[in-house]
């Protein structure tokens, strides 16, 4: 599965332009999946299963949601020394900038620095810039309006991985591996690789109302407070997957919460609960679709989310897939 | 009789910013030609206007002075078509931002007095209010043209069309002080019909705003027995202290301190008593801010009076006046006027008791 | 076709822009677009957000896509909250409206259009701090003198009193007013409902409320249910000199003259690529000038429409305007003009094959 996750971290993909992971995506599960296809907005969803009938055991139409978009930043402007002008595309913090790479989608690499280049503290983002060696306006090869997301390797220190863009190709490789291993299921179950999720939830908003689940969850990663004088949060790298109980932007479907438990403790697999106080997942955008979706969120502890090294651990990974694969595997009654 | 709110739009709608009040002076001249015996243009451009009286010479005079000129901008240099601007007479910058103004190039240009976004603004500027320097006028010409039309030096004046507020409140720029000169018309008007034994010389000044030049100047040369300034008072209303204002249509607010001679203040007030005409008291207890300040030390000495039209909103483009305020004005100055007796003078002394 | 912009479509947008339509109350434009579409507005209904749909199909066979073209018809502006007596009154703004914007204003208010204004504190009455620091809402008033007294209620709405002027002539011919965001779009979706590509189903949607959040285009996509959408709007032009001599403006956004603007990505949407292209490729081929709007913050109707029910592809066409929101904005003719003609050529140029492809 290692190799997996490099190939999908290392793709240049940021938010509304993820058209490469998607092709990673769809060749790995072209040949599991029942049906594939991609809407207006480019989410790919494939079908595992079906339920077509009503009856009380029935299964239940699934949505499971990995945004495939990272986040990155878009060029405004290209002066007349050749440096380029940009802003985020998502959350980018200035203090995670400077000194920093990024690549653009058409290859093109770059550096980033910021205007009073003495200074201690970060600059807001529109005092930044992006250098690619350009010496000119006229020989810069990046023009308004093209995008670029951080450029890091992916590093393998055994039980734990770090590259750029973990959040949230780590879900889309959960969901990519569960769908493999998802051999029978009483369930229509939709995989969603989305679009567009750092920038506003919009590609899981879209794909819900499309899919139209009775039951939601998004695979994403969250934070860890096991760093030194960390953010204060129970959840830490290594002691499992973690069942969302809320974050900044939901408040999880207890029902959702048993069934992940459950399946936990079933196959026996450690497993965390999570509340985050800030941030949120393609769960939120789930749970108001429609008439109203009850949605969770299997998380990925991660340190450092929204740098260019995200930091996972490989265990926590695998327990998710498993986990994921017992729930898909068994009827829900939801009561 | 003249139609005093047609007048002042007009009035409003004729630029004469300090300095430059010849096509504010042309206007008045047409509408003071028929009240007048006498038109002439002081050296600095004050337009004095004659009206003889009827007592035996040689005749006591006095002077009334509203002020013709008006606030605006002017044109301190180009940037890639856009104009940076100063101020001419007192100006709070925050008032600017989107106005629509006048500039006064080889051609009359539209043009409306923009902010730029706090990026591209001097460092100062960035936070809180943007100063009169970081502001600019665009014209929404290109700037090859511009360049063509516009120099430093140029004027800008405000724009705004006036509009009346309900039947009887009025709202424009330039008010101050039209609204006066439009009072001393009435009074002239007035006069027409009534008696008086004294020279009245109305004089409507230039450069009040800048100097207070234009009634020193004036006062030198007519030499008159009394003089009185005609100018606005600050309104009562929203974001203004009640102690220092006046509620619109209550009448004339009479000016008292040092830059008043007392007997002048009873004299008119006296006046206000036979008409029954309401007014109120504006202790004044410094510069009156008005004409009066220069008239009042003019050669040696002139005894001097204040009378105010209260003015909501003043120096912005909406400044309102209650018309009403504007014709009791005038019919105050022609009554202090036809009651002049031919030996005030002799009587008058500087008594503080009033 | 080449539709022009001539002193009929200038006199339309005078009548639109005089019209007071702040967000939530935006009946009178509705009024004036009805009355200037007349038969062309046969087939339309307004929905339970006061927006003004109106369809005209194609005429072509076989499948024709359904296009939605939003304009929204409101305007930031003012409401009356508080009666000070002797016709003052309090009140707030509706939509993004900065207090300094406000100060020395004229507006009108309520539906009989009365006249008021916006006073402030003589600069004599104030100190020198005072006048270095911000304009606080809170001291600002609507003045409409004491005779309207009574007349105006609370709950009335105020916009700036319109002062439309065509400013300069030719090729840089300029147009000053109120509103320019977005009567320009209102005017320039009543062009293309007049105008109608018979290769594509219009569904024109003439919205509401877009200034407090993008509602009416919202629900309005929702009905409509188009294939993809394309939404007229008004965006800033920054373009004004740097205080520093030597400074590069580099967050103009947009430029006056260089053409209508080509969203990529705002803080609401980031635009279809397939329809990124296909209108950049209209323009070169049709010889007309566009930009690209600098990424960053704002955000149109196309934020509420590309993400109802299951994800409409978008994108925004905007005529630059400087000053918008404020008392006098400024925008010229010829990049409205060039909107239109690109616009109408980009629908008349679009066919189902424009979607066949995924999303880039």
Redesign the interface.
């Known amino acids: 599965m290692k190799n997996l996750i490099q190939r999908l971290v290392e793709i240049t993909g940021p ?3 993820e ?1 490469d992971v ?1 092709t990673l995506v769809r060749g790995e599960i072209e040949k599991h999946a029942d049906e594939i296809r ?6 790919l969803i494939a079908r595992v299963g079906s339920a077509p009938t009503r009856s009380a055991t029935r299964g239940k139409r699934i949505m499971i949601s990995a945004h495939m978009d990272e986040i990155g930043i ?4 290209v ?2 020394d050749g440096f380029i ?1 940009f ?1 985020n ?1 998502g959350g980018v913090y200035p203090r995670n900038c400077v000194g920093g790479r990024v690549r653009f989608l058409n290859g093109v690499p770059g550096v980033i620095g910021q205007e009073k280049a003495g200074a201690q503290e970060a600059k807001p983002l ?1 005092e930044m810039y992006i250098d690619v060696g350009a010496k000119s306006r006229k020989d810069c090869p990046v023009k ?2 093209d ?1 670029a997301a951080f450029d890091r390797p992916f590093t393998d220190l055994g039980d734990r991985l770090v590259s750029k863009a973990m959040d949230d190709r780590i879900g889309v490789a959960v969901g990519i591996e569960a769908l493999k291993k998802l051999e029978k299921t009483p369930h229509e179950v939709y995989f969603v690789f989305s679009v ?1 999720e750092e ?1 506003g939830l ?2 899981a ?3 819900a ?2 899919v139209d689940p009775e039951i939601g969850l998004a695979i994403d990663v969250t934070g860890s407070g096991d760093t030194p004088n960390g953010i204060r949060m129970e959840v830490g790298l290594g002691k499992g997957p973690a069942v969302k109980v809320r974050d900044g932007g939901m408040l999880s479907d207890p029902r959702v919460i048993d069934w992940m438990v459950a399946g936990a403790k079933r196959a026996k697999l450690p497993y965390q609960l999570e509340i985050l106080e800030g941030g949120t997942t393609d769960a939120r955008a789930i749970q108001l679709a429609r008439a109203g979706v009850p949605a969770g969120c299997l998380s990925i502890p991660c340190r450092y989310v929204h740098t260019p090294s995200e930091m996972v651990d490989y265990d926590d990974v695998r327990n998710a897939v498993s986990l994921l694969v017992e729930m898909l595997s068994r009827p829900i009654d939801f009561g | 009789m003249t139609d005093i709110p047609e007048f002042l739009k007009k009035m409003i709608r004729t630029a004469g910013l300090s300095g430059y009040e010849s096509a504010i002076r042309e206007l008045i001249e047409e509408a003071w030609r028929p009240f007048t015996d006498e038109l002439s243009i002081s050296r600095i451009g004050s337009l004095q206007g004659l009206k003889r009286g009827s007592g035996a010479e040689p005749r006591p005079s006095i002077l009334i002075a509203a002020h013709m000129d008006a606030i605006g901008l002017m044109v301190t240099r180009l940037r890639d078509g856009f104009l940076h601007v100063t101020g001419i007479g007192g100006i709070d910058a925050r008032v600017l931002p989107g106005q629509l103004v006048t500039v006064h190039g080889r051609e009359t240009i539209s043009a409306v007095v923009v902010e730029p976004p706090s990026w591209l603004l001097p460092p100062d500027d960035r936070s809180g209010s943007t100063s009169l320097g970081g502001l600019l006028v665009d014209t929404g010409l290109p700037a090859d043209r511009v360049s063509d039309l516009v120099r430093p030096g140029d004027l800008v004046s405000f724009a705004s069309e006036p509009v009346m507020l309900g039947k009887e409140q009025l709202a424009g720029h330039s008010l101050d002080n039209r609204a006066s000169v439009a009072a001393l018309t009435h009074a002239l008007d007035l006069l027409q019909t009534r008696d008086h034994r004294w020279d009245v010389w109305a004089v409507a000044t230039v450069q009040e705003e800048e100097t207070l030049g234009g009634a020193m100047t004036s006062a030198y040369d007519l030499q008159p027995d009394l003089a009185i300034a005609v100018d606005v008072t600050h309104g009562k209303g929203p974001g203004s202290p009640p102690d220092k204002t006046f509620p619109l249509g209550d009448g004339p607010a009479l000016g008292l301190g040092p830059n008043v001679h007392p007997g002048v203040y009873r004299a008119v007030k006296a006046a206000a008593d036979r008409i029954e005409m309401k007014t109120q008291l504006e202790a004044m207890p410094r510069h009156s801010g008005t004409d009066a300040y220069g008239l009042q030390i003019t050669q040696a000495g002139i005894p001097t009076m204040v009378i105010s039209i209260p003015l909501r909103y003043m120096h912005t483009p909406v400044e309102v006046v209650h018309l009403k305020d504007i014709t009791r004005t005038g019919r105050l100055l022609a009554e202090f006027i036809g009651g002049l007796e031919v030996d005030l003078m002799k009587k008058l002394s500087w008594d503080e008791e009033v | 076709m080449n539709l022009k912009i001539g002193s009929a479509q200038i006199k339309l947008l005078e009548t639109l822009c005089a019209a007071t339509g702040v967000a939530g109350n935006e009946g009178a434009v509705r009024k004036a677009v009805l009355e200037a579409l007349g038969d062309a507005a046969a087939d339309h209904t307004i929905d339970a957000l006061g927006n003004l749909l109106v369809i005209r199909k194609g005429t072509r066979r076989g499948r024709r896509l359904r296009v939605m073209v939003a304009a929204h018809m409101d305007e930031a502006g003012l409401m009356v909250t508080g009666d000070d007596k002797d016709g003052i009154y309090k009140f707030e703004t509706v939509g993004g409206l900065s207090p300094a914007q406000l100060v020395g204003k004229h507006v009108v208010v309520g539906k009989d259009r009365i006249a008021g204004v916006i006073g402030f504190k003589p600069i004599h009455l104030t100190t020198a701090s005072e006048r270095t620091s911000g304009v606080s809402l809170d001291s600002l008033r609507i003045d409409t003198g004491g005779a309207a007294n009574g007349k105006v209620k609370i709950g009335d709405r105020a916009a700036f009193s319109p002062n439309f002027a065509v400013l300069g002539s030719g090729r840089t011919r300029t147009l000053r007013a109120k509103a320019l965001d977005d009567r320009l779009g209102v005017a320039t979706l009543i062009e293309l409902v007049r105008n109608p590509p018979d290769n594509v189903d219009l569904l024109a949607g003439f919205t509401t409320q877009e200034e407090i959040g993008v509602r009416g285009a919202y629900v309005a996509a929702n009905a409509l249910d188009p294939d993809l959408a394309v939404v007229l709007d008004c965006t800033p032009a920054y373009d004004l000199p740097h205080w520093e001599e030597d400074e590069e403006n580099t967050r103009y956004n947009t430029r006056l003259g260089a053409g209508p603007a080509i969203y990529i990505a705002d803080k609401g949407t980031l635009s279809d690529p397939r329809l990124v292209r296909h209108f950049s490729e209209t323009a070169e081929t049709a010889g007309l000038p566009f930009q690209f709007r600098q990424a960053g913050g704002g955000g149109t109707d196309a934020s509420g429409i590309h993400k109802s029910r299951a994800g409409v592809p978008s994108i925004s066409i905007s005529v630059p305007g400087r000053y918008l929101h404020t008392a006098a904005s400024i925008a010229r003719v010829s990049d409205w003009q060039a909107a239109l003609q690109l616009v109408h050529a980009a629908l008349s140029g679009m066919n189902p094959s424009l979607l066949s492809l995924e999303r880039a």
């Not at chain 1, 991609?38 to 989410?43: S, T």
């Not at chain 1, 878009?74 to 402007?77: D, L």
Request: proline content about 0%; aromatic content about 6%; overall charge positive.
């Open positions: 938010s509304g332009y058209h998607r991609v809407d207006a907005l480019g989410n878009i060029a405004t402007h002066d007349k002008r802003t595309l529109s308004i309006g995008v567009q920038v919009r590609g908003t879209t794909s109302y499309g």
